[in-house]
């Protein structure tokens, strides 16, 4: 009898755990769906901003339907409910890679929960008309499976200041393999290339590729006085401070919005001249400009090899270190490529402002935000000296940027593209959107037909360099030297040209908003190599600041 009994109740602890096995853990989630709508009324309420740029032509992509962003990450949502992602939103929202990384040891959240958390947020609000920000054209389909492999080792030794298992957003500029890489633009869309330089030391250090961010079109070198954050791929990119209202910054337009939006750990962008100050500026987030050769290009779509960088973007200084830790290495394949040492998180840490010398421009202490920044650091024992440069024009800069991409680029379509791209020159790329200008081309493509109509030559470029370099130096220099300053202070991307020429790094960090809501930042600059102090400086500026807040409608 006995035996009869333990057979029954095996047999009935046996089927229901079959019946346990076949429910759902969770409630199945209803689909979320993007839908098209008449963007007029939003077109036209553009055209009564004062700034021009911000009068726009149109807002979504006309050849990518959003709905195919995460179309292959739906079925990983289907059980992620909205109390999931409030109840992870503490342990998320506006943190750092550190508290991040201490949550995930201590058992509180999982790699696979963080971008969960990401992919459910994005698609909440760029599927929601009155919300979208259009700062994503892709995103890397086995991500949450990454994650979970990342879940199963041993986290009691992860480094908290390391990127491993951190999501990332690319510029979609750069080359990762498994998203195609379009610059923006229509002609690249099936640009299914390799990983470049920095995406492989990335997957090194283990950080997880979210997906792609939108952009300016070819990195802002396409149309002449067109919104910055447009591409035909991607639509225009929207500053969530102030979405339709306030510029999102250029060329790094969707890696500045995205960080501000906490739709991801950090973003990369690139620069050629404020293209990662002027977004990271304009959506108060830390953007980091390095100098040229700290990380490599190989991979990345080009404007010039003279000027070009890529540079993290992040929420805080120290993440930002990170991030610039985990890029480091000598590409071989990048003529300007140089080995440097790492940053020393404990010194940037342990840095303060007292005794340091910098150097203000006079001109701006009419602006409340840097007078009141300056004065913040002169109370924690900065000297402060106050300059007025010549304003030095800059002559000739246009002709690096279009003599070098006129070569740079097909050597990124021969070396780095994949074998579908038919284009190999500029003059291909521009004979392609003319054949239906209205969707590759709304606001036309003066800079593009300006590379053909320059004529000078390899040895007058050599000297327009060279007469850039030493001018934009002596610029800096008179005063970093004179005073023996740690650092110039300018505002959001103002000094990017003459930083860019001087091949000199610049760091910016949140300062505060105007009384519109609009973010500015301040900017610190100094001579080559000077990333580890410029960081520091940063870090003890944020600390005795604290300016940064998410914005409002998407806390």
Not at 125 to 139: G, Q, V
Not at 308 to 332: C, E, H, Q, R, W
Not at 464 to 485: A, C
Request: proline share 4%; glycine share 6%; hydrophobic share 35%.
């Amino acid at each position: 009898m006995k035996k009869v009994l333990y057979f029954l109740i095996s047999v009935l602890a046996f089927i229901s755990c079959k019946e346990e096995k076949k429910k759902p853990q969770k409630e199945l989630q209803p689909k979320v769906t993007w839908q098209p709508y008449d963007e007029s009324e939003d077109v036209k309420a553009t055209l009564d901003l004062e700034q021009s740029r911000m009068h726009l032509k149109l807002v979504n992509s006309k050849v990518l339907d959003k709905n195919e962003i995460w179309k292959a990450l739906e079925s990983e949502l289907d059980y992620f409910s909205e109390e999931d992602y409030n109840t992870l939103k503490p342990l998320i929202l506006e943190k750092d890679i550190p508290s991040l990384q201490t949550s995930i040891k201590q058992g509180e959240l999982t790699y696979e929960k963080l971008v969960l958390f990401y992919l459910y947020r994005i698609r909440k609000y760029e599927s929601d008309n009155k919300l979208s920000l259009n700062s994503i054209i892709a995103l890397n389909p086995l991500v949450v499976k990454q994650a979970r492999e990342f879940d199963k080792n041993d986290k009691s030794n992860i480094d908290i200041h390391s990127v491993y298992g951190m999501p990332i957003l690319l510029k979609d500029n750069i080359n990762a393999k498994g998203m195609p890489t379009t610059a923006g633009a229509i002609v690249l869309q099936n640009n299914n290339a390799d990983n470049a330089f920095i995406t492989n030391r990335l997957l090194e250090k283990k950080a997880l590729l979210l997906g792609k961010t939108n952009l300016s079109e070819w990195a802002y070198f396409f149309c002449s006085g067109c919104p910055v954050g447009y591409s035909a791929v991607g639509g225009q990119t929207m500053n969530p401070y102030g979405r339709m209202v306030f510029e999102p910054g250029g060329s790094s337009s969707g890696s500045g919005v995205t960080v501000a939006a906490n739709f991801c750990v950090a973003a990369i962008g690139t620069e050629t001249s404020g293209s990662i100050l002027s977004p990271s500026s304009q959506n108060s987030v830390v953007g980091l400009k390095p100098t040229i050769g700290v990380f490599s290009r190989s991979g990345i779509v080009p404007i010039s090899s003279t000027l070009d960088t890529p540079g993290p973007m992040t929420k805080s200084v120290i993440d930002n270190a990170i991030l610039y830790n985990a890029f480091l290495g000598k590409d071989t394949t990048d003529s300007a490529s140089v080995q440097v040492k790492k940053v020393s998180l404990s010194e940037i840490r342990n840095t303060n402002l007292a005794g340091k010398k910098f150097g203000v421009l006079k001109a701006y202490l009419k602006d409340s935000l840097y007078a009141g920044a300056v004065k913040n650091i002169k109370n924690s024992g900065a000297e402060i000296f106050e300059l007025e440069p010549e304003n030095t024009a800059l002559p000739g800069f246009l002709t690096i940027l279009n003599i070098d991409m006129k070569h740079d680029l097909p050597q990124y379509i021969a070396n780095y593209a994949s074998d579908s791209i038919a284009i190999k020159t500029i003059e291909d790329i521009i004979a392609f959107n003319l054949q239906d200008s209205l969707i590759r081309m709304p606001y036309g493509q003066a800079l593009l037909e300006g590379i053909m109509s320059d004529s000078t030559t390899t040895k007058e470029l050599k000297t327009i360099k060279e007469n850039l370099k030493s001018m934009s130096r002596n610029y800096f220099d008179t005063h970093l030297d004179t005073h023996n300053l740690d650092a110039i202070l300018s505002i959001n991307n103002y000094h990017a040209g003459y930083a860019a020429v001087a091949k000199y790094p610049a760091v910016t960090v949140p300062m505060g908003y105007t009384d519109k809501g609009e973010p500015k930042s301040l900017t610190f600059i100094a001579k080559s190599f000077s990333e580890n102090k410029l960081l520091a400086l940063a870090f003890a500026y944020e600390r005795i600041s604290k300016e940064r807040r998410a914005p409002l409608k998407y806390n």
